[in-house]
């Protein structure tokens, strides 16, 4: 059973910085692409960030390009999630993906994962 654990949310203010992290378990870490998404109140799910299963691939929504960097320490099976220059709009449940076995490849479509964590809240306060 995979399992997924994010943690490292919190409030910031704007300009602000937090660093999230997703500790994973239950098979093999770097043989599948993980995403970071996030959900603000009244709002659907969005993708934020990926990265392909040995790192070499990322991929950044528009609105977050410049300020996130995604990246993932396969020996410690862990993914992060470094945020800086936080705004307000930031505000959401951010939640870690995990996609299946030998798809390693970043994906922007949360229906391409099949695994997720109970997501870590971060509010950015202006």
């Known amino acids: 059973q995979v399992q997924l654990v994010e943690s490292g949310g919190g409030l910031a203010q704007a300009g602000g910085s937090l660093r999230l992290s997703c500790a994973a378990s239950g098979r093999t870490f770097s043989n599948n692409a993980m995403g970071w998404f996030r959900q603000a109140p009244g709002k659907e799910r969005e993708f934020v960030a990926a990265?392909?299963?040995?790192?070499?691939?990322?991929d950044y929504r528009d609105s977050v390009k410049d300020r996130f960097t995604v990246s993932r320490d396969n020996a410690k099976n862990t993914v992060h999630l470094q945020m800086n220059s936080l705004k307000p709009e930031d505000t959401a449940v951010y939640y870690c993906a995990a996609r299946p076995t030998f798809r390693v490849t970043p994906s922007r479509d949360y229906r391409e994962y099949d695994h997720w964590g109970q997501g870590t809240q971060v509010t950015v306060s202006s």
């Open positions: 990265i392909s299963s040995r790192g070499g691939i990322t």
